[in-house]
């Protein structure tokens, strides 16, 4: 049977730590209460935020929740290049194996050529920038099918 | 004019900038760090740059990424805010070399007005008030010795190049003086790089006074007078007023005038602060120049109708001051308090976390300044003001009585801020009764 | 079998604590109540608003939730008078018998003596206001114990 | 002056009036109808009481139950705010005979400006341009004739007692005049149980243009410049705004000291509207005296210092003005926009409903006033203006620059708002240009 006085306790227990949602169950019961508050705005709702690489000048890389592809994102902001100059051929493309050591693009910031690493083994699947598109930090760059 | 304005900081003031661009007619980019990434301030910018991680080290600090982030959006200036890099002269100097107007002073007249002796000697020269004290650095300890005896104990030891009270020593005697000026003199060296110190009269109580002015590049400048900015706890400020009450009204006018001068000699185009102490005797001694736009600068607009922030764009952009000094006419009195996401019954600790409701205050003579919504989650990361409430009214009364309706209509919840204790000081005698020193706030909160 | 009254005391403490959500259930039953949807700030909740009486010159009756007992409703603004005048004694006390004509006080307002009736019969549970006080539109003034 | 004041009124002008007794340290009660029970700005007033239903016939317009709540928490004053019982000289009458002060004229006062033929007449003698037409109510028909021939085709008939239109008809030619006179004479007499008409000369185009003046006991009257408030539909004010646009300088000057002589003559105490007509030949011609505080007297108040509603409270007190007419120095440019749950893409159809999100604009020289917040439910029963967004700045471009980016910043959800029109507004050229018609937003909403 339900007993309000324990159910009051619990909503009381909500209050005092300002929680949102209550979840508990046992064996016998399950008790589920949601509370007022936080209604977040749809526009002030965080934008997704890339996942910080660890270490700055390395290029971040997650995974990505759709189907195990691993995402090389920019470390810093500025301008991609796919190949070190108009008349080389791009460093990588789509099926390019790659292997952590192997340059996959440059950002220019300031005239500095950064090169950004893979990071990873793999293939890549998808290039998600052109090449003299201006980056932001954290912006996907590639798409790897690691190995 | 720009076509595209870059601002380099974030929260309350990244939003002032874009406010002032939009009423331009100037495009603005917006940077950001991970952690401020879905700011509601940002989508009211025309386009916004995530330029590194929360660090600010990684990310407002960081001089390349900014100046990446201006290169990619084809900024032509960028506009420093407060803190971060406004007071860098190295950044205004990057920005000169990368050809993008840095929206400020120009990188000579920030470091001759950065440095406190360059300043001070300046300042002698405009006839600014300064406090009595050593030329320059000291050499020789006797000499000190001497220089303390003429202008009388207490006497404060500082270092040339220091800042935020590091390598500041107070002497009571001569023998605290020959104890403490070498002690000073390595713990600058240490932190500055500069083993440089110099004696000044020390106040054991005063008052915060600032002049503000503005120049342009056409050798032009103008103050917007003073501001009180007593209320403060360590050293931070929290209620900010114009004019300053309680202030001889000659006293007053020559000190402002000096000022303008000073910033006119230092040929420096763009928002300036002088700062002085004031003491019980209507004593003004220049503390130092802040060469950027203050936080408080909102009072100061509400009582000359000069927008600053909209200036500071225009005479960067080479236009010349579109005012003179005949034409700032202050009108009525305008009080600001800051409200910072802090628990004042619980020694100031900060309370970052997100913010269900943010009911702000309206009606006439209302000011409300903040990059905040109901929704906003204020992150642990930066500096904890979340808003500016600024009241302007015929009076200093009448400002105390508005800007007490107006603290009870805000409700910011559920995280703590210093609103209650702002609520509290709009009823305290003693303020009311205006003129409290620097130190009286803190005094209040221990009683 | 799911006791209406219980429900009623779960959908009160949800409403004292401006809960959004209940969801409780055990080996024998389930319940699940949502709430409004639009987030109200505690401050700005509306204030229980005493349900209009139909006729403005005609004290408003509603049942209270309570024990069955039926309010009787100031039908203007103005002050309560127990009693006729001073020497009088009460028009009724706790325990006093009425009927629907029964006039149970006076209210006044602009120097006019506004009679209140009953509107009801039944027996006087509880008078919440006293000889003299202000009242407010809608504000309860007595509980009659209904016939 | 006064203990404690009650508030006959709701919304964002009780919550004014709450400001304004907060600012002088005055006590207030708020009534409320059912409908209004809960609203947030009852908790800034000290006492609210429940005087009703939401029928406004049986609470905000109910004279005995406003009495008898004024006496149970002994107000000695009322403030009728604007709408309901603000022009009515018999609640005001019996206001008096309760011996609780009526702010606002005298009933004398008001029953003297609210009839159009006795205004008419007190406006001529003090110099106030008013229309051309018949001396009084018309006897006669072939006089009427006559009037009507000196003063040109088109003209009106309009009903002395009356207002909203009802007994109002344009003839373009005698044929029309002569059918029109006794049927809008009929027409008046079921109206307002009183059959006199008048002709006026008839403008096609004009612009609505109001002149602001306050009087105290002591037999003093001063002007606080004109309004603009030509941006209408269906006879509603949209945009406000002051000063006027294109309006010469000296006949506005003269306009503006004849209203101030005419509130002067009627002995009037407390704040009153002279609306003008202004034709394209910059002739004005009076229309009518409001006699109350206006929905837009906060562009006054930005442009002049002056807080209008803080002064109705003082001289209704019996206090004199606190200001001269010499002081009265307008500073910049204002503008108002009315905010109102209404859907302007479907024909302006209301929209009530909970309020969810209510994100406010800021910064300098904006003002915002509102009795709503987040969580704020708009009933259904009354009108549907739930903010007024008002700016400041120095220029009209300034201003209307402003309140686009204010606009822009303006979030309320998930009710429809007048909002998104006005930002087209802003942007559009005619506006821009100033100087609309009464009829332009009307043709452009057909456009």
């Known amino acids: ?147 | 004019m720009f076509n595209r304005v870059l601002i380099a900081n974030r929260g309350e003031i990244a939003l002032r900038v874009i406010r002032a661009c939009k009423e331009l007619d100037i495009e603005c980019v917006c940077v950001y760090s991970q952690a401020d990434a879905g700011a509601p301030y940002l989508s009211m910018a025309d386009q916004a740059v995530c330029i590194g991680p929360a660090a600010a080290a990684e990310s407002y600090l960081d001089i390349p990424r900014l100046i990446a982030a201006a290169e990619i959006t084809s900024a032509d200036a960028i506009h420093p805010g407060y803190g971060f890099l406004a007071e860098n002269a190295h950044f205004a100097e990057v920005c000169r070399d990368c050809r993008i107007e840095f929206i400020g002073p120009s990188p000579e007249a920030m470091a001759l007005l950065g440095d406190k002796v360059s300043a001070k000697n300046l300042a002698k020269s405009s006839r600014v008030p300064v406090f009595p004290g050593s030329e320059g650095e000291i050499d020789d300890i006797d000499e000190a010795a001497q220089i303390a005896d003429k202008i009388g104990y207490p006497v404060i030891v500082k270092a040339a190049a220091g800042g935020g009270g590091r390598g500041m020593r107070v002497c009571r005697n001569e023998n605290d003086l020959r104890k403490n000026v070498s002690a000073a003199s390595q713990e600058a060296e240490a932190a500055f790089g500069n083993g440089a110190v110099y004696i000044e009269k020390f106040l054991e109580s005063a008052r915060h006074i600032e002049v503000q002015v503005i120049g342009d590049k056409h050798g032009d400048a103008v103050h917007l007078y003073e501001r009180d900015c007593s209320v403060q706890r360590r050293h931070q400020k929290l209620i900010e007023e114009a004019p300053a009450p309680h202030v001889e009204p000659k006293r007053r006018d020559e000190v402002c005038k000096a000022a303008a001068k000073l910033i006119k000699k230092a040929e420096y185009a763009g928002a300036a602060t002088v700062e002085f102490l004031l003491d019980d005797k209507q004593n003004f001694y220049m503390l130092e120049v802040n060469t950027r736009v203050q936080v408080e600068h909102p009072v100061t607009e509400m009582i000359t109708g000069v927008d600053i922030v909209k200036t500071q764009i225009l005479v960067a952009a080479g236009e010349p001051l579109p005012f003179r000094q005949r034409e700032i006419k202050p009108r009525g009195h305008a009080i600001e308090c800051r409200i910072n996401a802090e628990d004042p019954d619980h020694n100031f600790a900060p309370c970052p976390g997100p913010i269900h409701r943010f009911d702000v205050p309206g009606g006439p003579g209302v000011r409300f300044d903040s990059h905040c919504v109901a929704g906003y989650r204020v992150p642990s990361n930066y500096d904890s003001m979340i808003a500016k409430l600024i009241v302007h009214a015929d009076t200093r009364r009448d400002a105390i009585r508005r800007m007490g309706r107006a603290l009870r209509e805000l409700e910011i919840g559920p995280i703590k801020t210093t609103t209650p204790l702002h609520r509290r000081l709009m009823d305290n005698h003693a303020f009311i009764e205006g003129g409290v020193d620097i130190h009286w706030l803190e005094r209040m909160l221990k009683a």
């Open chain 1, 1 to 147: 049977m339900i007993q309000i006085d324990r159910l009051k306790e619990l909503v009381q227990l909500m209050i005092e730590n300002d929680l949102s949602e209550l979840d508990v169950s046992d064996s016998e019961q399950t008790v589920k209460v949601k509370r007022g508050g936080a209604v977040i705005h749809p526009a002030t709702a965080p934008a997704h935020a890339p996942i910080s690489p660890s270490v700055s000048e390395s290029p971040g890389e997650t995974i990505d929740e759709d189907d195990g592809l691993i995402v090389i994102e920019s470390p810093m902001v500025g301008t991609f290049f796919a190949q070190a100059n108009p008349d080389n051929p791009p460093f990588v493309s789509v099926n390019s194996d790659v292997s952590s050591e192997t340059v996959v693009c440059l950002i220019e910031a300031m005239k500095v050529f950064n090169e950004v690493k893979a990071g990873v083994n793999g293939k890549v699947a998808r290039i998600l920038v052109n090449n003299g598109d201006p980056v932001e930090f954290g912006q996907k760059l590639f798409l790897i099918n690691p190995a």
